[in-house]
């Protein structure tokens, strides 16, 4: 049994479990019922749980096999690194009380790995720079032919990761139970997983844009200083702009994760999904959630 504390990556990935062949029964929480989409509802190996990961006293992950958690992000001004590892905790302690022994446990964040002796397997996927992202230019290039990047200088790439290719490990990893080290048992660090696309640049996603749209004169409006000031602007507290800003940095020329190009560990899962055909999905508003 699968059970997965629902977010939108959740949610596709939610998707993929009740399509496998291997028929998985899976549960998932949701802060609101009422957001379970209805083909989940309609399929009999599928149930909702009311769960807060904020609230430790609704989560009860008894009879589970394999658990997937994604810590959402909060937007409401307070500090996301001490939320985060605390919800994180929230969920670590309730595994320890509910569960004696989880094949498997697949997580989207770091905090929650320290994690729990009751899991065989952790894993940790690390996802590239998520090329939906790129939604936010639609509504500014119709109404006023422009959009913003703060990836300068406009030719510079860096790899990106569709939310589908995600599902899709995530997927992948809670239906495998077998083949990976167990490395709490062993020890050591979780064992980490990093998924990455294609590399593209802000003169590739314009290019992209101006096919899509059959525009020509769509312009670019670069972020080369105050980026955490332009997140500001844009509606984020300052809580979320700052390490936004530094998530921006570091993948730039100069940045840490620039001086030091190399995957953070040695497992890279290489997807295949074009940044074209994503592109297209939000011009249309064809993505799916």
């Not at 022994?101 to 905090?111: D, F, S």
């Not at 936004?244 to 190009?261: D, H, Q, T, V, Y």
Request: net charge negative; charged share 25%.
């Amino acid at each position: 049994m699968c059970w997965v504390l629902a977010t939108l990556q959740a949610t596709q990935t939610i998707r993929i479990l009740l399509a496998d062949l291997s028929a998985p029964s899976v549960v998932g929480f949701y802060r609101n019922p009422t957001k379970v989409p209805a083909e989940f509802l309609s399929n009999p190996k599928f149930s909702a749980k009311q769960g807060d990961i904020e609230d430790a006293s609704t989560l009860d992950f008894s009879g589970s096999d394999v658990i997937l958690s994604i810590t959402p992000m909060w937007y409401d001004g307070r500090d996301i690194v001490t939320v985060a590892k605390e919800v994180s905790w929230n969920v670590r302690n309730k595994i320890e009380k509910t569960c004696d022994n989880i094949k498997r446990l697949v997580v989207l964040t770091e905090e929650i790995i320290g994690a729990t002796k009751n899991a065989k397997e952790a894993v940790i996927v690390r996802p590239a720079y998520f090329m939906e992202n790129w939604g936010e230019a639609v509504g500014t290039i119709k109404s006023d032919g422009y959009f913003f990047s703060t990836f300068t200088p406009a030719s510079f790439q860096i790899p990106h990761i569709a939310i589908k290719d995600i599902a899709s490990t995530l997927a992948s990893e809670l239906l495998s139970t077998s083949g990976t080290p167990s490395p709490l048992s062993a020890g050591s660090s979780p064992y980490a997983l990093e998924i990455q696309g294609p590399k593209y640049s802000t003169e590739d996603v314009e290019r992209m844009f101006e096919e899509v749209s059959g525009r020509k004169d769509i312009q670019v409006k670069e972020i080369p200083k105050g980026v955490q000031g332009f997140y500001e602007a844009a509606g984020f507290p300052p809580n979320v702009a700052k390490p936004f800003a530094e998530m921006n940095n570091s993948i730039l020329e100069r940045g840490k994760l620039f001086e030091s190009p190399e995957p953070r560990t040695k497992d890279v899962k290489i997807m295949k999904t074009e940044l074209k055909d994503i592109i297209e999905e939000l011009w249309n508003g064809a993505v799916k959630e």
